[in-house]
């Protein structure tokens, strides 16, 4: 039994179905959570629910959109990249491994709603979907991967590795210093989640999680 546990076996049958389960638990407890995040950002500032952003890549390379609690303002992502008034801090943006401290883009709403991953609760469908996993590596933009790894040529071979599995809403990374940590040490970690996947590293990843989204530690 342990063999099905860990590895291969793990990952193509037992993980999926703890996914379909937790997931369908986790957004009936997240429910009322939900619904008053969603009607904050109603209040707070004019816009979608949803953050409208462009696609992630997934597992294998396959490109998915990913749900998300809108917690910046409308076009966010495009003006960042298109607006010539935002071209210093995109460039800051690139340079900083694609993480910005200071960000003027974010909501008043969305500055809590990211410090305690609150906005991170729809990709419980993509979960559903067989898009995502509740463990697993981050899910990047496509841009963003590719600058990121002429940054970090040394990076390609892991990029591949973490690219094998379906990423998560939570990880190693993530219980492990969040946005503090560079792409570079990002990818080895998740590099190093996807050698030893299991179903007790998992359920230990689980459980740190709420810790970090209460103290908001590593959130920017």
Same mark, same amino acid.
Request: no cysteine.
């Given at each position: 039994?342990v063999k099905?546990l860990k590895?291969?076996?793990?990952?193509?049958i037992?993980?999926?179905?703890?996914?379909?389960?937790?997931?369908f638990?986790?957004?009936?407890f997240f429910?009322p959570?939900s619904?008053l995040t969603a009607?904050?950002?109603?209040?707070?500032?004019?816009?979608p629910?949803l953050a409208?952003?462009?696609e992630?890549?997934?597992?294998?390379?396959?490109k998915?959109?990913m749900?998300?609690f809108?917690s910046?303002?409308?076009?966010?992502? &495009?003006? +960042?990249?298109?607006d /010539? #008034?935002?071209?210093?801090?995109?460039?800051?943006?690139? $340079?900083? @491994? &694609?993480k +910005?401290?200071?960000? /003027? #883009?974010?909501?008043?709403i969305g500055?809590?709603?990211? $410090?305690? @991953?609150?906005?991170?609760i729809?990709q419980?469908l993509?979960?559903l979907?067989?898009e995502?996993?509740?463990?697993g590596?981050?899910a990047?933009?496509?841009?963003?991967?590719?600058?990121q790894?002429?940054?970090?040529p040394r990076t390609k071979k892991?990029?591949?590795?973490?690219?094998?599995?379906?990423?998560g809403?939570?990880?190693l990374?993530?219980?492990?210093?969040?946005s503090e940590v560079?792409?570079?040490?990002r990818?080895?970690i998740d590099?190093k989640y996807?050698?030893?996947?299991s179903?007790w590293k998992?359920l230990?990843i689980?459980?740190k999680?709420?810790?970090i989204?209460?103290?908001?530690?590593?959130?920017i």
């Open positions: 039994m099905f590895g291969n076996s793990y990952q193509k037992f993980k999926r179905i703890f996914d379909i389960v937790a997931s638990v986790l957004l009936i429910s959570v619904l009607l904050a950002i109603k209040i707070d500032s004019s816009g629910i409208d952003v462009p992630r890549i997934g597992e294998k390379g396959k998915f959109k749900y998300k809108r910046m303002i409308s076009n966010a992502h &495009y003006l +960042l990249r298109t /010539p #008034r935002l071209k210093k801090l995109f460039h800051e943006y690139k $340079k900083s @491994s &694609y +910005l401290k200071k960000d /003027p #883009r974010i909501t008043p500055k809590f709603i990211r $410090k305690h @991953s609150i906005d991170e729809p419980l993509n979960v979907k067989g995502m996993s509740l463990v590596p981050r990047y933009y496509p841009d963003e991967l590719e600058n790894m002429v940054e970090y892991l990029v591949n590795k973490v690219l094998s599995v379906k990423p809403i939570t990880g990374w993530q219980v492990s210093g969040r560079n792409f570079d040490k990818i080895e590099a996807v050698d030893n996947i179903l998992d230990l689980i459980l999680t709420p810790i989204m209460v103290s908001g530690k590593g959130a």
